[in-house]
């Protein structure tokens, strides 16, 4: 079956920092990824569509420039959070599209300390 | 814009009963509709998808069922366990979008 990876599957990092979250289809191309963050004992909120060299789609009230996105291949898409701070701690998934399913990343545990 | 609502938005049972866990959509223009678990800090495992054209999924002591012209979907779980404690999340796909979550279930089955 499809198989989506994510990398690395928790990070603790200082206020201010970037941190990188790679997201990889292992056994299929996919064109289109989301990319999720789920707040504690909520669900998952979509921030942004990142589609294989364009730009990505963010969803309202989710800042481009803070979250930086690239799909620059059919089987990596990155999410940088930039100059993280403690509110940007959170779970972050993502998803690939393959035909009409979506097959999730077991998740990033992002903690800014 | 597709809004996904699951009911209750947590249960608590006894070990052994069976339960209903419930999902509403509000467009039923949909692809397919996908049942997922997610343990506390864990990323999601897909349970059952049930395309639009069919009926119900089965997969061991789950079933899930879907009534696409009403905008509802129900998964029961048989013979529950304390080992199905989790959250329950319904997600619907109506082509080339994200999938639309609900805010889940949490279910406790307790020894």
């Known amino acids: 079956g499809a198989v989506v990876s994510q990398h690395p599957s928790w990070v603790i990092c200082k206020s201010g920092t970037s941190v990188k979250i790679e997201c990889r289809s292992l056994?299929?191309?996919?064109?289109?990824m989301f990319w999720y963050r789920q707040f504690p004992k909520q669900s998952l909120m979509l921030m942004a569509t990142s589609n294989e060299g364009s730009k990505a789609t963010y969803e309202q009230g989710v800042e481009k420039d803070k979250f930086l996105i690239n799909h620059a291949s059919l089987t990596l898409s990155t999410l940088t959070v930039t100059s993280a701070h403690p509110e940007d701690s959170s779970f972050y998934i993502c998803?690939?599209?393959?035909?009409?399913?979506?097959?999730f990343g077991p998740g990033t545990r992002l903690t800014v300390t | 814009k597709q809004e996904v609502t699951q009911i209750p938005a947590a249960l608590s049972v006894p070990e052994g009963e069976n339960l209903v866990l419930n999902c509403s959509f509000t467009d039923s223009a949909i692809y397919n509709l996908q049942w997922f678990r997610q343990d506390p800090g864990k990323g999601l495992t897909s349970l059952l998808l049930i395309q639009s054209s069919q009926r119900e999924q089965t997969s061991g002591r789950l079933n899930a069922s879907l009534d696409k012209s009403s905008g509802r979907s129900t998964l029961y779980i048989a013979a529950s366990q304390p080992g199905d404690s989790a959250t329950y999340l319904c997600?619907?796909?109506?082509?080339?979008?994200?999938?639309?979550f609900g805010k889940g279930t949490r279910l406790s089955v307790i020894a």
């Open positions: 998803s690939a599209n393959l035909i009409n399913e979506q097959y």
């Open positions: 056994d299929f191309q996919a064109t289109t």
């Open positions: 997600a619907v796909y109506s082509g080339n979008t994200p999938l639309v």
